[in-house]
């Protein structure tokens, strides 16, 4: 399945092998990978390489966001225990733009206009307020506290979780 969502500014699309390249040159930016989960510093082609490769369409709708021919951001909606999982990073250069709530918010249709999943979470660390503001742009809203693994940072933080109910 090659499900493109495009918005006015916008196109994401699954990941491909060539994207490799790109998706490293962001990920090897230190202020946005400190701010994810899982993507490593220092930055690993090899993890890099796992994440240009296509998601199942069963799985959720991840990849690659452009403006133009640039790749701007990653974000995705994956499946997930309790339901499915929210993620994004958006290269330093195209904070505050409102990137990440424009592609978020047609993602966030495409998956409940495409899955059965009652309800979308998010977490975001303490230390990231600008991502906390983008989930209640798209209608999060904050349920908790917890800790966290940052990958980068190589140990758990603080974090806030939100949750989005279909309809």
């Not at 909606?77 to 330093?92: I, N, Q, S, W």
């Not at 505050?96 to 978020?104: D, S």
């Not at 230390?127 to 140990?155: D, H, I, M, W, Y």
Request: charged content about 25%.
């Amino acid at each position: 399945m090659d499900t493109e969502i495009v918005t006015e500014r916008l196109r994401l699309r699954r990941s491909r092998p060539e994207d490799l390249e790109a998706m490293h040159a962001l990920a090897s930016d230190w202020e946005v990978v400190k701010q994810t989960a899982t993507w490593p510093w220092p930055p690993d082609r090899a993890f890099t390489a796992t994440r240009a490769k296509p998601m199942s369409p069963k799985s959720g709708m991840a990849g690659p966001v452009f403006a133009g021919r640039e790749l701007v951001g990653m974000i995705g909606v994956t499946a997930a225990d309790t339901g499915a999982e929210l993620g994004y990073m958006f290269a330093r250069a195209h904070w505050g733009r409102g990137f990440a709530t424009e592609i978020g918010r047609a993602l966030v249709a495409h998956a409940f206009a495409t899955f059965d999943w009652r309800s979308i979470t998010a977490c975001v660390f303490d230390e990231n307020p600008g991502s906390a503001r983008v989930l209640e742009k798209l209608g999060f809203s904050e349920t908790g506290r917890c800790s966290g693994p940052s990958a980068a940072q190589g140990r758990a933080l603080p974090m806030r979780t939100f949750r989005r109910t279909r309809g």
